[in-house]
């Protein structure tokens, strides 16, 4: 079974420019979370959808949305870029009645 | 207080022996626990799960879990210097994981 794909792998964006990530979860699985990883903070949940709808979210301002598709892929989009936003953005899918989470290979954005 | 802490490390522990990481949580109604690997530059691995108290194997590593005293345990046997990794504990609640900032662990030839 392949695994959780995400594209692009690397981002160089400008500051205030916006940009679109998109994952694909392992054939079968509803569930996308997406996740922020950076050496500061560590890992903080962005959102979760499953079957469409997002059913979780969390505290991050406006400029970071999602959404699912019929198919389960997911994208997840981020308006008017921030230094700040420089990160190492993580998918990961699950599958249904099932809490365990499989992570993509990540797309790593850098804003300058 | 965090809401999933684990000692940062790094922790070091020669070739062969055990290595043993701990993390603790917060939240009395948490049902699912996880452990992550993550190398550098990689993204997390899930490697171990574990829902019920007590402990659970799979291969080299265990889980253990005590939810009365809220802590989650990963033993590694027979330590390799590939399990040289960043290890994550990871609590889910409510369709998200909530993390611990990780441990080090560095296995010594």
């Known amino acids: 079974k392949a695994g959780v794909t995400q594209t692009p792998r690397y981002l160089i964006k400008t500051r205030g420019q916006q940009v679109t990530l998109s994952c694909s979860p392992i054939?079968?699985?509803?569930?996308v979370s997406w996740y922020q990883q950076t050496p500061g903070q560590g890992l903080q949940f962005l959102f979760e959808y499953f079957s469409e709808t997002q059913r979780n979210k969390g505290n991050f301002p406006g400029r970071f949305s999602g959404r699912q598709f019929s198919n389960s892929r997911s994208e997840m989009n981020v308006s008017t870029l921030e230094l700040g936003d420089s990160a190492l953005y993580l998918c990961a899918s699950s599958g249904q009645g099932s809490d365990e989470q499989y992570f993509g290979p990540g797309t790593r954005l850098t804003v300058t | 207080q965090k809401e999933v802490e684990q000692n940062s490390g790094p922790l070091s522990v020669p070739e062969g022996a055990i290595a043993s990481l701990n993390c603790t949580y917060s939240?009395?109604?948490?049902?699912?626990f996880f452990w992550y690997r993550q190398y550098s530059g990689k993204s997390p691995e899930l490697i171990m799960f574990i829902y019920s108290n007590g402990d659970k194997e799979d291969g080299r590593f265990t889980a253990q879990l005590n939810k009365a005293s809220q802590y989650v345990s990963l033993l590694i046997r027979d330590s390799q210097p590939s399990d040289s990794a960043t290890y994550l504990c990871a609590v889910n609640r409510n369709y998200q994981l909530i993390w611990g900032a990780g441990t080090k662990l560095i296995i010594k030839p």
């Open positions: 939240d009395r109604g948490s049902q699912s």
């Open positions: 054939s079968g699985h509803r569930s």
